[in-house]
């Protein structure tokens, strides 16, 4: 492709680009100050991570940017892309040697002299796929745990025709707590961790989930006749995915926070097509709600997510996709919930002049005052259509003079600095047993607060909880039993492990 046919593209032709440029956000309008998140996804497949000196690059041309965060995928299908791990490192041809470098310590030391913060990007529920380098490997979870396994040994999803589907399937409880233990290991071997990063928390469509333990599970919940099969628009089958998916959200939030308060949780979230209004009652309606039961609104307004980072990858120059990115952004401006809101581009869908309108419309406030808190591009190997490494470099520039033009560091969340509540989370017990799906009740000083449902593995949790005195109640929803555990503090900014 010529420079004539790409001129946004010709070094010397950069110093005209401001000019060139007429966009109806002024400038002003993006400087919001100290506060911004301006971010930009790395996958793991393509240049970016693969040598130090990929990274060396990488962090050059995120701080040519004034960029200040960065989204590096460390884990893609069941893979580890650092070395402290407890699945197995990445095959990649192009990755180099553990003995000589470990990708996320290289990228957490150099992107911190620069004051970028790294957050580990985790894809969670693909895991199998038959062109996987480490599909087979001892390690790997599918090798014991895929399509394949017997059940109760099978982690993954199956349709509603029996198709059997590498990808995890959040009803069976040990798939859930394999994730929760890659998290947490990987935040203990790594503390200078910013933040965690979730990708494909969701099912794969509307006629996924039917692993048969979740099946089980879901009979049994309700007193529904053996071998009873959910059709995959039943509003009973669909609520319990979506609660599962919520449940493990919870899960790892409190996990995280019990490890390292100070480690940002956040999660790439669907927002495909359009929306046919703004309202609250309108939302059951997305694909987000009906076909992946990923309801991150309700993470957001119950406190389990930091922020959510919004796929919002529309074309700019498609008239019908120009409007649902619109609308997408007026949903964000009004439904942060407790939380906040980061707004995701597909940068690599659009021209340079149509991603830069992109983010300058994302930067911008609304009739009301409100703001988003930044924006993520994705993404790094792809900035704009059609990208090469050269492009790459030189649009950093463009970034830097169009929208991110003086260094601003990355938020700093107020519930996070300031913390005003707590978590609590525990194992219910009763007589040192387990109690699967024990009914547990909140008591703050005496009154009641919360009514909770523990996990099939006994585990319950509550967040955004006022520090002071608790007590918990355990009762067993198979009989009469009843344990209550009192003089559990909570304070703020901590989580409470109930005994």
Aim: proline fraction near 8%.
């Amino acid at each position: 492709m010529t420079c004539q046919r790409r001129a946004w593209y010709c070094p010397l032709l950069l110093a005209l680009l401001v000019l060139q440029v007429l966009l109806p956000v002024p400038v002003a309008a993006q400087d919001v100050g100290p506060g911004q998140l301006r971010g930009m996804w790395v996958d793991a497949t393509n240049p970016g991570f693969h040598t130090p000196a990929e990274v060396d690059e990488l962090i050059a041309n995120a701080a040519a940017a004034n960029i200040n965060a960065l989204f590096v995928q460390m884990r893609r299908h069941g893979d580890a892309w650092y070395n402290q791990h407890i699945e197995p490192r990445a095959a990649l041809p192009d990755l180099a040697d553990a003995a000589a470098f470990d990708p996320l310590a290289d990228l957490l030391a150099k992107a911190h002299a620069r004051g970028i913060a790294i957050h580990a990007w985790l894809v969670i529920g693909v895991a199998c796929r038959d062109h996987d380098p480490l599909r087979g490997h001892p390690e790997h979870v599918c090798t014991a745990h895929g399509p394949a396994a017997p059940d109760p040994a099978r982690w993954t999803t199956a349709t509603y025709a029996g198709a059997q589907v590498g990808d995890l399937d959040f009803g069976h409880p040990t798939a859930i707590q394999y994730v929760e233990a890659i998290v947490q290991h990987l935040l203990q071997s790594y503390p200078a961790l910013d933040g965690i990063h979730y990708d494909f928390i969701r099912y794969f469509g509307q006629e996924a989930g039917y692993n048969q333990v979740s099946l089980a599970r879901f009979r049994a919940a309700y007193g529904l006749p053996e071998g009873y099969r959910p059709a995959p628009t039943d509003p009973l089958w669909s609520q319990w995915r979506r609660d599962r998916i919520t449940e493990l959200m919870r899960r790892l939030y409190i996990r995280v926070k019990a490890i390292n308060p100070h480690v940002q949780v956040s999660a790439a979230t669907i927002t495909w097509g359009g929306r046919r209004s703004d309202t609250p009652d309108d939302w059951p309606n997305s694909a987000a709600y009906a076909r992946v039961f990923q309801d991150w609104p309700a993470w957001l307004a119950e406190g389990i997510l930091d922020f959510a980072v919004p796929m919002h990858y529309f074309a700019e120059a498609d008239a019908t996709a120009h409007t649902w990115y619109d609308n997408w952004l007026a949903w964000d401006r009004s439904h942060t919930g407790r939380r906040a809101i980061v707004a995701g581009t597909g940068a690599w869908l659009n021209t340079p002049q149509e991603g830069i309108a992109q983010i300058q419309r994302a930067l911008a406030p609304d009739v009301a005052g409100r703001m988003l808190a930044g924006v993520v591009l994705y993404c790094y190997n792809q900035p704009i259509s059609n990208s090469t490494a050269q492009w790459r470099r030189e649009y950093m520039i463009v970034l830097q003079q169009l929208v991110f033009s003086q260094p601003t560091p990355a938020p700093v969340w107020p519930w996070m600095a300031h913390p005003t509540t707590g978590h609590l989370h525990g194992i219910a017990t009763i007589a040192e047993q387990v109690v699967p799906n024990a009914h547990v009740t909140l008591f703050h000083d005496g009154a009641w607060v919360r009514e909770l449902t523990a996990a099939v593995d006994g585990w319950y949790g509550a967040v955004e909880l006022p520090p002071g005195s608790y007590s918990v109640q355990i009762r067993d929803p198979r009989s009469t039993r009843v344990r209550q555990i009192d003089d559990l503090h909570v304070s703020a900014g901590t989580v409470m492990s109930a005994p």
